[in-house]
């Protein structure tokens, strides 16, 4: 059974950080693409940033680039998101994906989970 079990998220102030972490089984993780994605509010679901297998690849979303760092413990089965300079713009629920089935930055992950919200007041 595959669980996707994020974490990390909560209330921040602007300019702050945070450091989720997705907690990964039931699949082989060292070989699966794993991204993260986040709805805001009244908006459509959107890519952040997405790591290869290895952690030697990694790709961003023009909106995050420079301020959040995507990597993976294989050892661990875990994927983080470390996220420097909070905005408010920032706040939604993430989602952490594993398995991409075509183009990173789209949602054509075979599993997802539950989300984890992150809130970032100004």
């Known amino acids: 059974q595959v669980q996707l079990v994020e974490s990390g998220g909560e209330l921040v102030q602007a300019g702050g950080s945070l450091r989720l972490s997705c907690a990964a089984s039931?699949?082989?993780?060292?070989?699966?693409?794993m991204g993260w994605f986040r709805r805001a509010p009244g908006k459509e679901r959107e890519f952040v940033a997405a790591i290869s297998g290895s952690g030697y690849s990694t790709s961003y979303a023009d909106s995050v680039k420079g301020r959040f760092t995507v990597d993976r413990d294989n050892r661990r089965n875990t994927v983080y998101l470390q996220m420097n300079s909070l905005k408010p713009e920032d706040t939604a629920v993430y989602y952490c994906a594993a398995n991409a089935l075509g183009r990173w930055n789209s949602d054509s992950y075979r599993y997802w989970g539950q989300g984890t919200q992150v809130t970032v007041s100004s």
């Open positions: 039931g699949f082989t993780f060292d070989i699966s693409i």
